[in-house]
């Protein structure tokens, strides 16, 4: 017995010092209080302090300076694809749908397929384009007026939107200026509001893009 002990002693200093030297002991009182969720047990051979596991701040490093959501010019990227995306998707369902209105009085034949697919590929670039075209130019506003303000809220949002809706009509005369203004205002200002909703009713948790 005393030989099987002193042995069983031995392995765990040689252990012991194979890891780092003589590993410190805890009571249960003292990691009673140490949180290990998600952790499988600390081996008692490891010269680890657990209380220094446990993580308190984020756990990603920014650069200096840099903030912790991305601005206007890293989703203009975002926001221009997905409108692209969107607007091709859209446009090739009314494409389809136009194709077959038109060729409603045609039978089922290959010249009838192939004007079904013009209007597809006709009517999905066209909406591309638009769309396209709208989220380049509310970008472009965006992350100029950001810059020139030196801030980042509310207001870049509703003067990008305004400004976007004024120059996309731009060529429909001062009519159609207004009434560009007007719907690019009527958006951007639903899309702020929608934005800031959960702060409007005193909720904390906000997700906020730009």
Same mark, same amino acid.
């Given at each position: 017995?005393?030989?099987?002990?002193?042995?069983?002693?031995?392995?765990?200093?040689?252990?012991?010092?194979?890891?780092?030297?003589?590993?410190?002991?805890? @009571?249960? &009182?003292?990691? #009673?209080?140490? %949180?290990?969720?998600?952790?499988?047990?600390? +081996?008692?051979?490891?010269?680890?302090?657990?209380?220094?596991?446990?993580?308190?701040?984020?756990?990603?490093?920014?650069?200096?300076?840099?903030?912790?959501?991305?601005?206007?010019?890293?989703?203009?990227?975002?926001?221009?694809?997905?409108?692209?995306?969107?607007?091709?998707?859209?446009?090739?369902?009314?494409?389809?749908?136009?194709?077959?209105?038109?060729?409603?009085?045609?039978?089922? *034949?290959? %010249?009838?397929?192939?004007?079904?697919?013009?209007?597809? =590929?006709?009517?999905?670039? @066209?909406?591309?384009?638009?769309?396209? *075209?709208?989220?380049?130019?509310? +970008?472009?506003?965006?992350?100029?007026?950001?810059?020139?303000?030196?801030?980042?809220?509310?207001?870049?949002?509703?003067?990008?939107? &305004?400004? =976007?809706?004024?120059?996309?009509?731009?060529?429909?005369?001062?009519?159609?200026? #207004?009434?560009?203004?007007?719907?690019?205002?009527?958006? +951007?200002?639903?899309?702020?509001?929608?934005?800031?909703?959960?702060?409007?009713?005193?909720?904390?948790? +906000?997700?906020?893009?730009?």
């Amino acid at each position: 017995m005393d030989n099987n002990a002193a042995g069983s002693g031995g392995i765990k200093a040689g252990l012991g010092n194979l890891f780092g030297g003589n590993a410190p002991e805890y @009571s249960n &009182t003292e990691l #009673a209080g140490v %949180p290990l969720t998600g952790m499988s047990p600390l +081996s008692p051979y490891l010269n680890v302090d657990p209380r220094y596991l446990v993580q308190d701040t984020d756990e990603f490093i920014l650069p200096t300076g840099a903030n912790k959501t991305r601005g206007r010019f890293e989703l203009a990227f975002f926001t221009i694809g997905g409108c692209c995306i969107t607007g091709a998707a859209f446009g090739t369902l009314n494409g389809f749908r136009m194709g077959l209105k038109e060729t409603r009085e045609m039978a089922w *034949s290959k %010249p009838r397929n192939v004007q079904i697919l013009n209007m597809v =590929t006709r009517q999905g670039a @066209s909406w591309a384009n638009t769309l396209g *075209s709208v989220a380049l130019l509310y +970008s472009i506003f965006g992350v100029v007026i950001e810059k020139a303000r030196g801030a980042e809220d509310d207001i870049n949002t509703v003067a990008a939107g &305004t400004l =976007t809706g004024m120059l996309f009509k731009s060529t429909s005369g001062l009519k159609g200026v #207004a009434r560009g203004g007007l719907v690019g205002l009527a958006m +951007s200002s639903a899309y702020a509001l929608y934005n800031n909703w959960d702060h409007l009713t005193g909720s904390s948790s +906000s997700s906020r893009l730009y």
